[in-house]
């Protein structure tokens, strides 16, 4: 063969190949559309500065925050990981400190310890996954974002288990792909989201993990449903290529602000927000 044949047989197989480890679900896809029809509340309708005078304080991933977003009629976003006792709850960070003001994890401590930490110094409390369930109660839709450190999959199962028996709407989000899954092999039925960013841009992270994972190339062994990707990196190819090639819903975080609610509108299907309440 011909030395100078190789690329031209190279390139094209590496293509191909590119695009089939990107490549979502396809088959047996279950129904995006309900979740379109909504916008969702980052960690609730929240707020985690000081209350103005009268108001009671509502911060991130509480049930009171929840509460609000029920009743204002958006969807609600949230994350949910274990105690070191084994009940799912519901706050963002791995450790304790931005949000609660104590050192450690999470996992360092049992849920009646932690019931013991007021968020940003509010009247909440840390709540479990169970009464978030009961509090929503199906009136809005929830994205439910699993939050997985390495490759401990225990949140899985142990959210599952109550989301079994949930009557609303959700779906299941991670960025980290084992999660997916785990949801693939398990649950196969359940909407399930790839969560990224453009990891390597922003020079917050390095290394092949992170190009692997901004580009969305475990797609071949998770088949996510959605991929949420950050509003900002829009342009990302691997992206544009599962919503426009493969018709896989787009969902944009985190929008801050009207202007970029519209702007997100032309690259993304779904929208979750933050620290603004969308005129529509």
Not at 29 to 38: E, V
Not at 200 to 205: P, V
Request: glycine share 6%.
């Amino acid at each position: 063969m011909n030395l100078l044949m190789i690329p031209l047989i190279g390139l094209p197989a590496l293509a191909v190949l590119y695009l089939l480890m990107i490549m979502p679900r396809m088959a047996g896809k279950p129904d995006t559309a309900p979740f379109q029809k909504w916008l969702y509340a980052h960690r609730g309708l929240h707020s985690n500065e000081p209350a103005q005078r009268g108001e009671d304080m509502a911060p991130e991933n509480s049930l009171r925050a929840f509460r609000r977003a029920v009743e204002a009629g958006f969807g609600i976003e949230m994350d949910v990981q274990m105690t070191k006792d084994h009940i799912p709850v519901v706050f963002h960070d791995f450790t304790l400190k931005r949000i609660c003001g104590r050192e450690g994890k999470v996992c360092d401590y049992t849920y009646e310890e932690l019931r013991q930490f007021p968020l940003c110094g509010s009247d909440q409390r840390i709540p479990k996954f169970k009464d978030v369930l009961s509090c929503v109660d199906g009136k809005v839709p929830l994205i439910v974002e699993l939050k997985i450190e390495a490759a401990d999959l225990s949140v899985c199962p142990a959210a599952d288990g109550l989301l079994a028996e949930y009557k609303g709407l959700y779906c299941i989000e991670s960025f980290n792909p084992l999660g997916l899954f785990w949801y693939r092999m398990h649950r196969r039925g359940v909407v399930r989201g790839q969560l990224a960013e453009a990891f390597l841009r922003d020079k917050k992270f390095s290394g092949i993990l992170y190009f692997v994972l901004q580009n969305l190339v475990f797609n071949w062994l998770t088949k996510p449903d959605f991929i949420a990707y950050n509003h900002r990196h829009y342009d990302m190819l691997s992206r544009r290529l599962c919503r426009k090639l493969y018709h896989n819903m787009a969902a944009a975080w985190t929008i801050k602000s009207q202007e970029q609610l519209e702007q997100a509108r032309k690259h993304f299907d779904l929208f979750i927000f933050d620290s603004f309440v969308p005129s529509c």
